[in-house]
Nanobody, 115 residues
Framework: QVQLVESGGILVQPGGSLRLSCVAS????????MRWYRQVLGKERELVAT???????DYADSVKGRFTISRDNAKSTVYLQMNSLKPEDTAVYFC?????????WGKGTLVTVSS
């Protein structure tokens, strides 16, 4: 079965950096577009970054120039490098893949940006 396991979320100071990882299993990772979303309690989940099977990328305006999504197909892992973090980046970050119309999600990893 499809599994997505996120890790790397911690408490970090404003201006700091962090790299999130999402290890995928149960499908042919290299063939699929992967996405990172984030969600603040009480708000809708927001798409943060996308990477296609051939490594084209796209970002939300709020993170452009600060976040970088990448993938390692050999490790079935997608990353989110986050730099110049702001308090408003505080959220639970989720990894996502859509396979034949079904969206799969990990359990998320909490990123807290605070001094």
């Amino acid at each position: 079965q499809v599994q997505l396991v996120e890790s790397g979320g911690i408490l970090v100071q404003p201006g700091g950096s962090l790299r999130l990882s999402c290890v995928a299993s149960g499908f042919t990772f290299s063939r699929y577009t992967m996405r990172w979303y984030r969600q603040v309690l009480g708000k809708e989940r927001e798409l943060v970054a996308t990477i296609t099977f051939d490594s084209s990328t796209d970002y939300a305006d709020s993170v452009k120039g600060r976040f970088t999504i990448s993938r390692d197909n050999a490790k079935s892992t997608v990353y989110l490098q986050m730099n110049s973090l702001k308090p408003e980046d505080t959220a639970v970050y989720f990894c996502n893949v859509r396979i034949t119309g079904t969206a799969y999600w990990g359990k998320g990893t909490l990123v807290t940006v605070s001094s």
